[in-house]
C-alpha cells in the first residue's frame, strides 16, 4: 500500500453513518518497536490510551532474523463520540493506529516505513517497550525521527547492562530527550521519601543519614538502582567502592558528614519495590508498601517511639499508567538524566 492508500483507508474508517468523516484526534505521533510476541499487549496498551491520549499510533512488529522478506500493513480506528464540539452533539472523534509487520530486509529500515506515516507538526515519541536501546540518531534512523524516546530498562534481562546502554546512549549530542518507565514507576516513591524531609524541623535530618535499606524483587532491581543513584547525587554523596553480595548489593559513599552505606536487599516476588528506609544518628525514616495493595506508609520513629506516621494511595503503576505519564512531556528529564550518571559512576566504582 502506498501512503496515499493508507490515508483513504484510515479517513474511510473513521467515515459516520452518514456518510461524513469523524474528526481525526491525534495529538501526537506514537511509533511503538517490539516483537510479533509482544505485540497483542502492547496493541492493546496503545488502544486503551487513544482516549485519553489520542494518536496516530504506528506499531512496528519487527523480523530482521527471519530470512525471506515479507511485508503486511493493517490498519484500525478508535473511535468514540464526544459532545460540545463544533457541528453539534454526537460527533464521532477517532485515533488511528497504523499495523506494519516486517520480516526480513524490511525490518532492518522501519524509519523508511514509519517517517513518511507521521503526521506533520505533531511530536513524535517513540517506544521501546521489549526493554530494546536504539542507537544513536547518527546511526540509527528511527532514533532520528522522535522527538522523545521511551524506554524500559526494566524489561531488559540484565537491568544493569540496560542502565549502562541507556547512559551510554544519553551521552550524544544528538539523542532526543529519554524517559524510561522503571523512573516514572520510581516518581511516587521520591515524592514520599522527600515529603519524610519537608517539616522544617526535619530538613536537618538529611545531613545525618547514615545508612539506607531498600529492599525490592527482581522486578524492582533497576528501580532501586535509580533510588540508590538519585539519594546519591541529591545529598551529594561521592561514591566509593562497592560490594556485591548473594542477597543484593552495598554501596558506599562519602557525604557532607561522613561515611554513609546503602544496602539493596532482594525480597520475595510480592511488589517491585517493597521498602525503604533511611537511618541518621537518631531517628529512622520508612516508606512501605505490601503486596498488590495500592498504599504506602510512611513512618518517622525513634528507636522504638512512633513520631510521624503517614497512608498514601499510589494508584495504578501498570505499562499503560506509565506510558501516559510519559506522554505528557517533551523536555529533558535532568533529574533522571543526573540520578543514571550518579548511578553509572557506582557501578564503576
Given at each position: 500500500?502506498?501512503?496515499?492508500?493508507?490515508?483513504?483507508?484510515?479517513?474511510?474508517?473513521?467515515?459516520?453513518?452518514?456518510?461524513?468523516?469523524?474528526?481525526?484526534?491525534?495529538?501526537?505521533?506514537?511509533?511503538?518497536?517490539?516483537?510479533?510476541?509482544?505485540?497483542?499487549?502492547?496493541?492493546?496498551?496503545?488502544?486503551?490510551?487513544?482516549?485519553?491520549?489520542?494518536?496516530?499510533?504506528?506499531?512496528?512488529?519487527?523480523?530482521?532474523?527471519?530470512?525471506?522478506?515479507?511485508?503486511?500493513?493493517?490498519?484500525?480506528?478508535?473511535?468514540?463520540?464526544?459532545?460540545?464540539?463544533?457541528?453539534?452533539?454526537?460527533?464521532?472523534?477517532?485515533?488511528?493506529?497504523?499495523?506494519?509487520?516486517?520480516?526480513?530486509?524490511?525490518?532492518?529500515?522501519?524509519?523508511?516505513?514509519?517517517?513518511?506515516?507521521?503526521?506533520?507538526?505533531?511530536?513524535?515519541?517513540?517506544?521501546?517497550?521489549?526493554?530494546?536501546?536504539?542507537?544513536?540518531?547518527?546511526?540509527?534512523?528511527?532514533?532520528?525521527?522522535?522527538?522523545?524516546?521511551?524506554?524500559?530498562?526494566?524489561?531488559?534481562?540484565?537491568?544493569?547492562?540496560?542502565?549502562?546502554?541507556?547512559?551510554?546512549?544519553?551521552?550524544?549530542d544528538e539523542v532526543p530527550a529519554v524517559g524510561d518507565l522503571q523512573w516514572a514507576a520510581l516518581s511516587p516513591w521520591?515524592?514520599?521519601?522527600?515529603?519524610?524531609?519537608?517539616?522544617p524541623e526535619r530538613a536537618g535530618e538529611l545531613t545525618k543519614i547514615r545508612r539506607v535499606e531498600i529492599l525490592h524483587?527482581?522486578?524492582?532491581?533497576?528501580?532501586?538502582?535509580?533510588?540508590?543513584?538519585?539519594?546519591?547525587?541529591?545529598?551529594?554523596?561521592?561514591?566509593?567502592?562497592?560490594?556485591?553480595?548473594?542477597?543484593?548489593?552495598?554501596?558506599?559513599?562519602?557525604?557532607?558528614?561522613?561515611?554513609?552505606?546503602?544496602?539493596?536487599?532482594?525480597?520475595?516476588?510480592?511488589?517491585?519495590?517493597?521498602?525503604?528506609?533511611?537511618?541518621?544518628?537518631?531517628?529512622?525514616?520508612?516508606?512501605?508498601?505490601?503486596?498488590?495493595?495500592?498504599?504506602?506508609?510512611?513512618?518517622?520513629?525513634?528507636?522504638?517511639?512512633?513520631?510521624?506516621?503517614?497512608?498514601?494511595?499510589?494508584?495504578?503503576?501498570?505499562?499503560?499508567?506509565?506510558?501516559?505519564?510519559?506522554?505528557?512531556?517533551?523536555?529533558?528529564?535532568?533529574?533522571?538524566?543526573?540520578?543514571?550518571?550518579?548511578?553509572?559512576?557506582?557501578?564503576?566504582?
Amino acid at each position: 500500500m502506498s501512503v496515499a492508500q493508507i490515508e483513504r483507508e484510515l479517513a474511510r474508517l473513521r467515515m459516520n453513518e452518514d456518510g461524513s468523516l469523524g474528526a481525526r484526534a491525534s495529538v501526537l505521533n506514537l511509533i511503538v518497536v517490539t516483537s510479533e510476541e509482544s505485540a497483542p499487549e502492547v496493541a492493546r496498551v496503545v488502544s486503551e490510551l487513544s482516549g485519553d491520549y489520542p494518536s496516530r499510533a504506528i506499531l512496528m512488529i519487527s523480523d530482521p532474523d527471519e530470512g525471506e522478506a515479507n511485508l503486511e500493513i493493517g490498519l484500525s480506528a478508535f473511535c468514540g463520540v464526544r459532545h460540545g464540539m463544533p457541528g453539534g452533539a454526537g460527533n464521532q472523534v477517532c485515533a488511528e493506529q497504523i499495523t506494519v509487520h516486517a520480516e526480513g530486509t524490511p525490518a532492518e529500515h522501519l524509519e523508511s516505513l514509519a517517517g513518511p506515516l507521521l503526521i506533520p507538526d505533531l511530536p513524535v515519541f517513540l517506544w521501546y517497550p521489549d526493554g530494546d536501546v536504539p542507537g544513536s540518531p547518527e546511526c540509527d534512523g528511527m532514533a532520528a525521527l522522535a522527538d522523545r524516546l521511551i524506554l524500559d530498562s526494566g524489561a531488559a534481562g540484565d537491568c544493569e547492562a540496560s542502565l549502562r546502554v541507556i547512559a551510554n546512549l544519553m551521552e550524544h549530542d544528538e539523542v532526543p530527550a529519554v524517559g524510561d518507565l522503571q523512573w516514572a514507576a520510581l516518581s511516587p516513591w521520591r515524592s514520599l521519601v522527600a515529603d519524610l524531609f519537608a517539616p522544617p524541623e526535619r530538613a536537618g535530618e538529611l545531613t545525618k543519614i547514615r545508612r539506607v535499606e531498600i529492599l525490592h524483587d527482581t522486578a524492582g532491581e533497576c528501580q532501586a538502582l535509580l533510588l540508590a543513584g538519585w539519594l546519591s547525587g541529591a545529598l551529594g554523596w561521592r561514591p566509593e567502592p562497592a560490594d556485591r553480595a548473594a542477597e543484593g548489593r552495598v554501596f558506599r559513599f562519602d557525604g557532607p558528614s561522613g561515611k554513609i552505606t546503602v544496602e539493596l536487599y532482594h525480597d520475595v516476588p510480592e511488589t517491585a519495590l517493597r521498602r525503604v528506609r533511611l537511618y541518621s544518628e537518631e531517628l529512622s525514616f520508612q516508606v512501605s508498601r505490601y503486596g498488590e495493595h495500592t498504599d504506602a506508609r510512611s513512618t518517622v520513629m525513634r528507636g522504638e517511639e512512633l513520631l510521624g506516621e503517614r497512608t498514601v494511595h499510589l494508584g495504578s503503576s501498570g505499562v499503560g499508567v506509565l506510558l501516559g505519564e510519559e506522554l505528557k512531556f517533551l523536555k529533558r528529564d535532568v533529574t533522571y538524566e543526573s540520578a543514571l550518571e550518579r548511578l553509572v559512576e557506582m557501578l564503576e566504582s
